[in-house]
């Protein structure tokens, strides 16, 4: 007791001192997170309080019996595989999972004389389009899902895009349309742009961003550039390329000849979708302008139209905070106002209209051309694919895909009622879609992209035993590239991404780190097919094109198993 009576003595007599030392500890801990540090966007906007997220994450597992459990995934380890994966840490799990898995689920059939990695086939391709003039080759079977530049800031999608061109990821534009940020890695030829506006520079805007790259970083370097040689409020739709010095955004007024015969081979794999808005190819009217939909596929490997998405079975909404400048040119809508979609699609009055409208579209780029959908009744489906099948029997063009999503959860701007009631999970809409397009001897022809809760190799892996021919993933991606689940995403009211990338924030994009993020999305890619890969020897088949449902078995949360997946579904559905 007198050594502390000793220690607490001491301390009242220098308490000024220590107060002191503790503040000036405080403000260059500030200084540090906000202006130093570059690994977490974070920090950057909120110094020192946002040490507390990584304190409390720590205390999380310990704790996580007493306060909580991840109850959307199926376990916290999934949400921390994404994690890893993105930093391309190892990622193994020691004595065992961290929820047991109580309720229903899929199993992986696996044989006892499993490959070794190396007799399993490099080629994970997925062919997109067959019979089109222009077929698309996905080198993987997994698609970064849509989501919009305007939903996302214009940082996150320039590292979707670096990713796409480090890991050969696909990206999906959402129906905010193509932007300047999706050609972010584009490195145009001054010889051969008359596609481009170009800005060049000049000796004073170059030393004013020597300075700001010297003493800051890039990301400050650049928007000084850009002030400097651009006079608009729509300076962010130009790209700066390194290479060459000039700034660059397309020019949509320029003839469709001038534009590039083949997709330039620096930009990533991308997917047009197009939804009831129109944005990006919508004339002043409002209607669908098809030279601008020639000139956006210069650009895209194929075009899907958006029926509907997750919970969202009304037409996108972008909150007024979200429409900039940038975004009001990209989309060809009011500034600073919130923007409705159409609930429905302009050109899908029936069945009929939409694969009309499907075709003209695939006339007009020679490339595919599918649609999204939710399922929520397998008889729908069902006159759905039998005009389909008509058409096909009478010498018309088909879709060459169709993407179901899940109805599940939705993005962060979908209703709650339609979240807690409208659509199927997404293996019973996958299984009856697979069924019916079986049924009417038109599978071959047409592929599937499934969508809604994947995160993991096994959730990739089991999707595809369903009968997808590739996966749409949209939340993995998210938190690859930095999201901390915060759902603060939609911007309205407070909505605002703590981190940067889901939000047009000024204040807070600049925190976004896109190289740094850029290249972690594209491990997480990378990660995910490798653990596709693993998962294949495991179950001793060797290519993607092998997986089908008689390598699952299924296990109810009564402990009833069913080995043929087929019997399990009909028991499961009445019609």
Request: proline content about 4%; hydrophobic content about 40%.
């Amino acid at each position: 007791m007198g050594f502390i009576h000793d220690v607490w003595e001491l301390f009242a007599q220098f308490i000024e001192f220590f107060v002191l030392i503790g503040l000036v500890g405080l403000v260059m801990l500030y200084v540090y997170d906000k202006y130093v540090q570059r690994s977490h966007a974070l920090l950057i906007n909120y110094p020192i309080i946002g040490r507390f997220r990584y304190f409390f994450e720590t205390l999380r597992e310990p704790f996580r019996q007493y306060f909580g459990e991840e109850t959307f995934y199926d376990s916290k380890d999934k949400v921390d595989w994404v994690y890893k994966a993105a930093k391309n840490v190892p990622n193994y799990k020691s004595f065992s999972i961290s929820q047991p898995f109580l309720d229903s689920k899929f199993i992986v059939k696996h044989v006892s004389n499993v490959l070794n990695d190396n007799e399993v086939n490099e080629d994970m391709s997925v062919v997109f389009g067959k019979n089109r003039e222009i077929p698309f080759v996905s080198h993987t079977p997994i698609i970064r899902s849509a989501m919009s530049d305007g939903a996302l800031s214009p940082e996150a999608i320039r590292a979707f895009a670096l990713a796409g061109v480090e890991s050969t990821l696909t990206i999906n534009t959402g129906e905010g349309s193509l932007t300047s940020n999706h050609l972010y890695t584009h490195r145009p030829d001054l010889n051969n742009c008359d596609y481009l506006e170009i800005v060049k520079s000049t000796p004073f805007a170059e030393f004013v961003f020597k300075i700001g790259s010297f003493f800051f970083n890039n990301s400050i370097a650049t928007k000084w550039y850009r002030t400097i040689l651009l006079h608009k409020n729509t300076q962010n739709t130009y790209i700066y390329d390194k290479t060459t010095n000039v700034l660059f955004r397309v020019n949509w007024n320029a003839p469709l000849e001038a534009f590039p015969k083949e997709i330039p081979s620096d930009i990533p794999n991308i997917v047009f979708q197009m939804g009831s808005g129109l944005y990006g190819v919508r004339d002043g009217n409002g209607k669908f302008d098809e030279l601008k939909y020639q000139k956006v596929m210069k650009f895209c490997r194929m075009t899907e139209i958006k029926i509907a998405q997750g919970a969202k079975q009304t037409g996108g909404k972008l909150a007024g905070s979200k429409v900039t400048a940038d975004i009001a040119y990209y989309r060809g809508v009011p500034e600073g106002k919130d923007v409705f979609s159409p609930n429905r699609f302009p050109y899908a009055d029936t069945t009929s209209h939409l694969l009309d409208f499907v075709e003209k579209l695939q006339n007009l780029s020679k490339k595919p051309v599918g649609f999204k959908i939710v399922i929520s009744d397998s008889n729908a489906v069902e006159e759905m694919v039998k005009e389909i099948a008509s058409r096909k029997s009478a010498g018309k063009n088909i879709p060459d895909f169709i993407t179901i999503d899940s109805g599940e959860g939705g993005s962060a701007t979908a209703p709650l009622e339609l979240m807690e009631s409208v659509g199927l999970a997404t293996d019973n809409a996958l299984y009856i879609l697979d069924a019916m397009l079986k049924k009417y001897n038109i599978r071959q022809d047409i592929k599937i992209i499934a969508s809604g809760k994947i995160l993991t190799p096994d959730d990739v892996i089991i999707t595809m035993c369903m009968g997808a021919d590739a996966v749409g993933i949209a939340r993995g991606f998210m938190m690859s590239g930095g999201c901390i689940r915060a759902r603060m995403c939609s911007g309205f009211g407070t909505h605002v991404c703590p981190v940067g990338m889901a939000t047009q924030d000024e204040k807070k994009r600049a925190s976004y780190l896109v190289v740094r993020k850029g290249h972690e999305i594209a491990s997480y890619h990378i990660n995910l097919i490798k653990g596709m890969k693993m998962m294949m020897a495991v179950m001793g088949i060797d290519s993607i094109n092998k997986l089908d449902k008689s390598k699952l078995t299924f296990k109810d949360r009564n402990g009833e198993i069913y080995f043929d997946i087929d019997e399990y579904f009909q028991h499961k559905l009445h019609n």
